[in-house]
């Protein structure tokens, strides 16, 4: 169970999000699923981002919890112990690759590059994530990407915003964008579930042409 197609079709919008708190992972988690976005990639950024990945995997079952930020084959194996349901990179190895391949959880690896899309491509995999979208030539680049290879399909992310979503979600190539917009640090912190809803809420609305 490589491939990440059918993670890439939970919501337009998958919220990358850090979390410093335990405490906080199942609120945030519960307030997008209130919101209507049922998945989240959890960055692998914080000391205790191993715990608030088991919280909201045993605690939140209505939302889709993946683990982000994948450098190392140790980190996949953790995140995998503790209850991911995938996998994010934000590029790929070889080494890294070939060890998350063995796991049974759905992969998205990271591109930047044709090249990388293709080296992918070789191993079977056609979902991927695309980062960071914004510095790496944004919406003008993965179009240009599918007209030569448009068996692939991305979730842009980094630099993306509820504003510049919308050029990324008209291609066909594109099935979804990741962003960390829905959960800024202060709302987390002052404990604002209510505003990540409404954040989600307009995530959520988003269309996919
Ligand atoms: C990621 O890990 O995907 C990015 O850090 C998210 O990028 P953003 O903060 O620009 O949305």
Redesign the pocket.
Known sequence: MADATSVLHVSPVIP?V?IADPQHAVPVARALADGGVRII?L?L?TDSALESLKRIANEVPDILVGA??ILTPAQADAAVGVGAQFL?S?GVTPALLDHMLTLDVPVLP?VATVGEVMALLERGITAM?F????PAGGPDYLAAIGAPIPQVQFCP?????LDSAPAYLKLPNVSCV????LTPRAVVESNDWDQITRLAREAAGLSRD
């Open positions: 990358v850090t990639e960055t950024r982000g930020t994010v934000p990271g994530k980062f960071p979208a914004g992310t980094g630099g993306i915003s990741g962003g960390s917009w």
